[in-house]
């Protein structure tokens, strides 16, 4: 068995509603501040180099971008935005925060949301409001907490318990969290397993590719 999310391709960048795709089918997005490793970890998930963009200047990604899943014509990837580091103008930041919330609000075909987080620096204010967008809504939210490579593995431990205690005293028992490395490909089966779930794709999701 092969794992279906690498056959994820780019389909369209939406900079307002109206540019979104019609809603329907099932669609998974990923939210993240734009030094965490967004991009690397869509790529490691979907087994590919260049699915998203890996940016030497972390923020570039201006735009809802949707990743289709063939041979399915209903399923989706979607790359939010990420702020934090990029320096972003205020009035552009206000565009993304009130197109994000309505695409959170609104959205039918949304059936959850991975929070991508730096292992070494969670739960920064922005990644507790994506949580909260998904959590109001009743959709299930992962927590990836990505570049666990760079910690050992009692830190890694150290840091998983210490976020999982946060984020259940926030939002009880909503959001999952696990450790993840893009580099290693540590957790990999396990947020395809998760993905594959939300996105109703069976078991074959949690089967890694072999190299």
């Known amino acids: 068995m092969s794992n279906p999310l690498a056959r994820a391709r780019y389909l369209l960048a939406a900079h307002n509603p109206r540019q979104l795709p019609p809603d329907g089918g099932f669609e998974v997005a990923f939210a993240g501040r734009s030094n965490a490793g967004k991009s690397t970890a869509l790529n490691a998930i979907c087994n590919q180099n260049a699915l998203a963009r890996v940016s030497k200047t972390p923020g570039r ?3 809802l971008v949707f990743f289709d899943i063939p041979p399915t ?3 989706f990837l979607v790359d939010l935005p990420g702020y934090g580091y990029a320096k972003v103008p205020k009035d552009l930041q206000a565009h993304w925060q009130a197109f994000i919330q309505q695409y959170f609000e609104t959205r039918q075909a949304l059936r959850g949301l991975v929070v991508v ?3 070494r620096h969670p739960l920064k204010d922005y990644d507790l409001q994506m949580l909260g967008y998904a959590v109001r809504r009743g959709l299930p939210a992962h927590a990836l907490l990505t ?3 760079k910690l050992s593995r009692s830190q890694q431990m150290q840091s998983l318990a210490a976020v999982k205690r946060e984020l259940s005293s926030q939002f ?6 696990q450790v ?3 580099e ?3 957790g990999v089966d396990e947020v395809r397993a998760v993905i594959g779930d939300w996105l109703e794709m069976g078991g074959a999701a949690a089967v890694a590719d072999t190299p």
């Open 184 to 186: 290693s490909k540590l």
């Open 147 to 149: 570049k666990a490579d």
């Open 172 to 177: 009880a028992d909503s959001v999952s969290v």
């Open 117 to 119: 987080m730096d292992i």
């Open 73 to 75: 014509t209903d399923r």
């Open 61 to 63: 990604t201006q735009q």
């Open 180 to 182: 993840f490395s893009g």
